[in-house]
């Protein structure tokens, strides 16, 4: 997606040191073009049957006919196992966990693409990749879409419950992050919460500078007594009505106002982190093949179309638009008006080093969290 580096106070945008939206459009088809001279052409064998395939993914990211037909369809067998965040997924790589395939968002496919740990691509089992929307072709981490494909994309904003409630004026940031207010709840995820803050505060929701760490750090501090929690699906706490407004991923939030026409999604006005999450292969895969063919199988308009229409899942791909329900094109909607309005989001990039200071900030509010939960448990 966009690659803003720095938002600004509400006096005036964000301003980006790498931004590629408006070239892209001239470049990404250029960048596509797997034309090769008859030479270099791979010459594509059978897909082997008889693998066992092992995907790593955020919950709920199929429906259970996705994997039943590519399984019925190649004769491989799919073991799916799933992650909360992308800190997870990375500390368990690391710790040896198997898999073939995995769904990291931008900063984490930098992550894994610096480190060596991605396959390239074979093109020649992913034909589908066409089916991506021209807008997503060349991330800055992964030009040319080298390693990765887009699979779904997402972005923070405001769950709010508004319960018949006319609302004058919608929640932003300030409202979220301002020291009084009503109980809310927040993503159980360093990068998002923290990212959020740096917004706010008009720096780059990936500083790697410690003063900025230390700003947002204290920003979440005072708001932390009106914190409930730190969850894994904000949506969740609107649904049980425990809290009226959360941090929340877009993607939960369309999927509960689905049930329930109570919630509203809002983007706030001073802007909001997109995320992509990609379907990449892992160094590791001893079955390339089979892994690139299964990315190749979500990326089917028809099975596109039935996983967003089930899960509420925006998934990058341009061809399963016209088989969507009204609120999934509804999504769709958003998503252009925000990519034609560049500077009013941002993506997360890879931090290095200063990941460490990160998950040190994110130790001091869990902790000071956790005690609060406590004193308030022991008073009653």
């Known amino acids: 997606m966009i690659e803003p580096t720095r938002a600004q106070p509400s006096s005036g945008p964000p301003r980006t040191t790498s931004r590629w939206l408006p070239a892209l459009f001239l470049t990404c088809l250029c960048s596509l ?6 030479s270099q052409q791979y010459i594509v064998p059978p897909l082997p049957s008889g693998q066992t395939l092992h995907v790593y993914s ?5 429906v259970p006919e996705t994997v039943a037909a590519f399984e019925a369809k190649t004769g491989n067998k799919v073991i799916l196992k799933t992650y909360q965040t992308n800190e997870e997924m990375l500390t368990r790589l690391a710790q040896g966990e198997v898999a073939d395939v995995v769904f990291p968002s931008s900063y984490a496919v930098e992550t894994l693409i610096l480190a060596h740990k991605l396959k390239p691509m074979i093109r020649e089992r992913v034909p589908n990749i066409g089916h991506v929307p021209a807008v997503m072709r060349n991330p800055p981490f992964d030009a040319g879409l080298r390693h990765c494909v887009p699979y779904i994309w ?7 419950l508004v319960d018949g409630i006319d ?18 709840v927040m993503p159980d995820d360093p990068r998002a919460t923290i990212g959020m803050a740096l917004k706010l505060l008009g720096r ?17 501090l005072r708001q932390l007594p009106r914190v409930k929690d730190y969850v894994d699906d904000p949506a969740q706490s609107l649904a049980n009505r425990s809290v009226r407004m959360s941090l929340a991923w877009s ?3 369309f999927e509960l106002r689905n049930r329930d026409p109570d919630v509203r999604f809002v983007v706030p006005r001073e802007g909001t982190l997109f995320y992509v999450d990609y379907a990449c292969v892992l160094g590791s895969s001893q079955q390339a093949d089979v892994a690139f063919a299964f990315i190749n199988h979500l990326l089917d308009p028809y099975t596109a179309a039935e996983i967003t229409n089930a899960r509420m899942l925006a998934l990058a791909n341009q061809e399963a638009r016209a088989m969507l329900r009204p609120e999934a094109r509804w999504m769709w909607g958003l998503f252009e008006g925000l990519a034609s309005r560049s500077r009013s989001y941002e993506v997360l990039r890879d931090v290095g080093s200063a990941d460490t200071h990160y998950q040190q900030v994110w130790k001091t509010l869990k902790d000071a969290l956790a005690a609060q939960q406590a004193a308030a448990s022991g008073s009653r």
């Open 154 to 160: 997402t972005m923070l904003g405001l769950g709010v």
């Open 204 to 220: 780059s929701p990936s500083s790697k500078k410690p003063e900025d760490l230390e700003a947002a750090k204290q920003l979440l």
């Open 58 to 62: 955020f919950k709920d990211y199929f």
């Open 33 to 38: 073009d797997c034309s090769k001279p008859p």
């Open 251 to 253: 993607t939960e939030i």
């Open 167 to 184: 609302v004058a004026r919608e929640p932003d940031l300030a409202a979220l992050f301002a020291e009084k207010g009503p109980r809310v």
